[in-house]
């Protein structure tokens, strides 16, 4: 079982940052593929980042390429997504996501095992 606590949301103005993270429990941290995804309400979830177990290989959204950085501390159990030039659009839930390192390309596809509680980004214009 893998639980997973999103934190570092909140309210920003247009072009500044926010840096998220996510904390996860499992047994074998190193197991797993790590992504995030963002929702808006009454649209589905969509795809941001995903990173691999040892953080060599790295996925991005068109949207966000070049503005979110997606990384993983392994021996602090934590991923990371670093969002700069951040705009109105940005604006949604951010949850983060685990898979068997092996299922990356599954978790890329909107359907990981595992889900965090989601944490709310807004950017004001």
């Known amino acids: 079982q893998v639980l997973l606590v999103e934190s570092g949301g909140g309210l920003v103005q247009a072009g500044g940052s926010l840096r998220l993270s996510c904390a996860a429990s499992?047994?074998?941290?190193?197991?797993?593929?790590l992504g995030w995804f963002r929702q808006s309400p009454g649209k589905e979830r969509v795809f941001v980042a995903a990173i691999n177990w040892d953080g060599n290989t790295t996925y991005y959204a068109d949207s966000v390429k070049g503005r979110f950085t997606i990384s993983r501390d392994n021996a602090k159990t934590t991923m990371y997504l670093q969002m700069n030039s951040l705009k109105p659009e940005d604006t949604d839930v951010y949850y983060c996501?685990?898979?068997?390192?092996?299922?990356?390309?599954?978790?890329?596809?909107?359907?990981?095992?595992?889900w965090g509680q989601g944490t709310q980004v807004t950017v004001s214009s």
């Open positions: 499992a047994q074998t941290f190193t197991d797993y593929a």
């Open positions: 996501a685990a898979d068997p390192d092996w299922l990356l390309p599954r978790l890329r596809l909107g359907y990981p095992k595992h």
